[in-house]
């Protein structure tokens, strides 16, 4: 079994080398990606079940040396669920951009480059899942970041090329603070083994640990664009090809968001900074909302309310209890996968309309009906009405929280239902001015334009591009989103139970014996 | 753990010029300070290493006198990537200014937004507000005086408004 782990990554790396010497047979291209990453899909379920059921995670030693010295990658329950999340969506995002690609004459999207990247994306982040040393999630974080400089300036068009920037540099800080960090934390405990330094961090003096803490979560808070550090990514997402957006917006964030749990749960077992992870939780998904409810524009309300949803799994963590540990694994599953269905949505009604601008698009409801059932069902499933998944994930983190119950628990719970209630705001009047005004209204039209007004200086307020039929292939892949999406409710029982497994886990981290029983073939 | 003084001065310095640098508008400036912070960052992974000793092959000394090895192949590992991402960065910068004469890093649209959203509010509120500052940007340095654009200040022949994207031949192998 331990076999198939090394392959997570090899599997892409080796495709990226295919797809790049293929690169000027597109056919050969979109073979080669989409069959490895089935292939990954379904390495990532056998992983699944047999860490799952087997209740003992697989370790492997890369090149064979003994377990603290070595790179050890390491599939516990929460790594393989998230590559077994994110390899499908990285799958149905790849068909989503095959759709596009095929039918566009590819104005947007330069195809001999994309796939390559791509799939060194989906490398980099199993990578970074599956590592079990924080200089390899560090290699991991930059194998996927160089990627993304290069999906997010595709083309290098003037405006990507704007907002890549920004983006890239950005990262780098982090990059580098990450790299730093990890300088300190060698210096001071002479390992990078993740269950060796959950061992020994308890050593140092508290206010040693805390440097070290700050350090990480601040390299990782900028990765998963958690407010203050969040500027970035409401400005540098809207503006690369839909299907970048999307994959960004779901996994890429998520990354840091993962690297956050196990930085809270297994390195920093004994240093606390729960209060102001609290704090900082409520200002994310405060402020992220509220510039969400102040856009115009699809995608950039979308990445608003992306950055105002990372702060509930800021919260889960905050409240460091099993079950609220639990909750937040299930919320990013959640959040992984209707996040990256709007964005495919948005991008179909960017095709279909000419224009992603709630003040331009209408008449959607009439002239694709389907598409407005797409829309519809992600959009009120993050603003979390019951049955949605997103529902369950809210009412798990509250209810653990309020078993904690101090005071200022109280207060992010109230936050976080103004939050939802207002993305749900955001969400359903965009729904409301792009797919249910018709599109001859006259009636009303004045005083509609009136109170809309203040929406007129957001950015991109006016944007229009070429409206176009939408590929039979780009509905498919999102209507099957759609249905992971249902899915995740539908099955919500299996998979919550998985959750709070992992939760339960977590609290227990792996020591470096079990590391060595779990290598042992 | 005893370490050179040197090493440590030089890697502060290090630092606090990189964090200078990227500070900057003009992105060649952003990448000498990323270079500068990398090579920083590199230096503080050679500074945990402790005291150096002989080189770490097998057998060839006690181990009590050699080096640790780890911080050595990190180090390796981070120059590397350093590497790949500054070739990256020149090839954005290229593309910047062959698409705009300059290679600076532009405003969040949503900052410009607001800017102009406030200044429609001070001109309604007919507040004594002076205009001096409105051309007043974060920068350091002007715009004129960075790298790219004193190299090339007027009618460059290698800048083309149409400059060619990677876009694949029509019909060709579809």
């Known amino acids: ?28 291209q979109v073979v080669v990606s989409v069959l490895t990453l089935s292939l990954v899909c379904i390495i990532a379920a056998v992983l699944l079940v047999t860490v799952d059921s087997s209740d003992l995670p697989i370790a492997v030693s890369v090149g064979g040396w003994p377990i603290p010295f070595g790179i050890v990658l390491y599939v516990d329950r929460l790594a393989a669920l998230l590559v077994m999340v994110s390899s499908v969506v990285l799958l149905a995002v790849l068909l989503f951009s095959v759709g596009q690609g095929a039918a566009d004459g590819d104005d947007d999207t330069p195809v001999s480059i994309f796939h390559p990247s791509y799939l060194i994306l989906a490398a980099g982040i199993f990578n970074a899942f599956i590592a079990g040393d924080l200089f390899n999630l560090y290699v991991g974080f930059e194998i996927l970041l160089v990627a993304s400089y290069v999906l997010i300036t595709l083309g290098g068009t003037e405006s990507r090329i704007r907002t890549g920037v920004v983006y890239i540099v950005v990262s780098l800080v982090s990059s580098i603070l990450f790299l730093s960090a990890i300088a300190a934390i060698y210096g001071a405990l002479g390992t990078v083994n993740m269950a060796q330094l959950s061992q020994r961090m308890g050593e140092l003096p508290q206010e040693t640990q805390l440097v070290l803490h700050v350090m990480l979560l601040v ?15 409401p400005d540098s997402y809207p ?3 839909a299907p970048v957006t999307a994959v960004f917006a779901g996994l890429l964030t998520k990354v840091g968001v993962y690297a956050m749990i196990r930085t809270e749960t297994q390195i920093f077992r004994e240093n606390d900074v729960n209060t102001v992870l609290l704090i900082v939780a409520l200002a994310t998904m405060v402020v992220g909302v509220l510039g969400a409810v102040a856009q115009a524009e699809l995608k950039r309300i979308l990445s608003f309310t992306l950055v105002s949803h990372i702060g509930y799994m800021i919260f889960g963590l905050a409240i460091a209890t099993p079950a609220a540990i639990g909750a937040t694994v299930y919320y990013t599953v959640h959040h992984i996968v209707v996040q990256t269905t709007l964005f495919l949505a948005v991008g179909l ?20 009906p389907l598409l407005a059932v797409l829309y519809f069902i992600p959009a009120i499933n993050l603003g979390g009405l019951p049955p949605f998944s997103g529902f369950i994930g809210k009412f798990a983190l509250f209810d653990a929280a309020a ?5 200022l628990m109280m207060v992010v719970i109230v936050g976080g239902i103004v939050t939802s209630l207002l993305t749900l705001y955001a969400l359903v009047r965009a729904w409301n001015l792009a797919f249910w005004r018709e599109d ?16 007129g200086a957001a950015p991109a307020a006016a944007a229009q591009t070429k409206r176009r039929v939408i590929p039979r292939i780009m509905t498919a892949a999102t209507t099957g989103m759609v249905g992971l999406t249902i899915a995740l409710s539908v099955f919500a029982g299996p998979l919550y139970d998985v959750c709070a497994r992992i939760g339960a886990s977590l609290m227990d981290p792996v020591t470096l014996v079990q590391l060595e029983e779990g290598a042992q073939p | 753990m005893d370490v050179s003084l040197t090493l440590i001065i030089i890697m502060a310095v290090l630092f606090a010029a ?106 309604s509120m007919d507040d004594e507000v002076s205009d001096d500052d409105d051309d007043a940007t974060t920068d350091f340095v002007g715009v004129e005086t960075a790298p790219i654009t004193v190299l090339h200040a007027k009618d460059v022949p290698g800048l083309r408004d149409d400059a060619p994207t990677d876009r694949p031949h029509r019909g060709g192998d579809r």
Do not use: C
């Open chain 1, 1 to 28: 079994m331990s076999a198939l782990v090394p392959l997570l990554v090899t599997l892409p790396l080796l495709g990226a080398a295919v797809a790049l010497i293929a690169g000027r047979h597109r056919r050969t």
């Open chain 1, 219 to 233: 390299a990782f808070s900028i990765k998963a664009a958690v407010f203050p550090l969040s500027f970035w990514l």
């Open chain 1, 239 to 241: 503006t690369a090809p």
């Open chain 1, 349 to 368: 009604v960017e095709r279909r309309a000419g224009s992603t601008s709630i003040l331009k698009v209408r008449g959607l409801m009439r002239a694709a």
């Open chain 1, 403 to 407: 078993s904690v119950g101090t005071p």
């Open chain 1, 440 to 455: 001859d209204e006259e009636h009303g039209e004045s005083e509609n334009e009136a109170r809309l007004s203040y929406l």
């Open chain 2, 18 to 123: 990189g964090v200078y640098a990227m500070l900057e508008r003009s992105l060649t400036r952003v990448l000498i300070g990323f270079l500068l912070l990398g090579n920083a960052a590199n230096l503080f992974l050679l500074i945990v290493m402790g005291r150096p000793g002989t080189a770490p092959f097998w057998g060839s000394a006690d181990p009590e006198q050699m080096s640790d090895p780890l911080p050595q192949a990190l180090t390796l590992t981070a120059i590397v990537i350093t590497f790949a991402v500054s070739a990256f960065l020149l090839a954005l910068i290229y593309r910047s200014w062959q698409l705009g004469q300059a290679d600076t890093v532009e405003d969040d649209a949503e900052d410009v937004a607001v800017r102009e959203r406030s200044a429609v509010d001070e001109d």
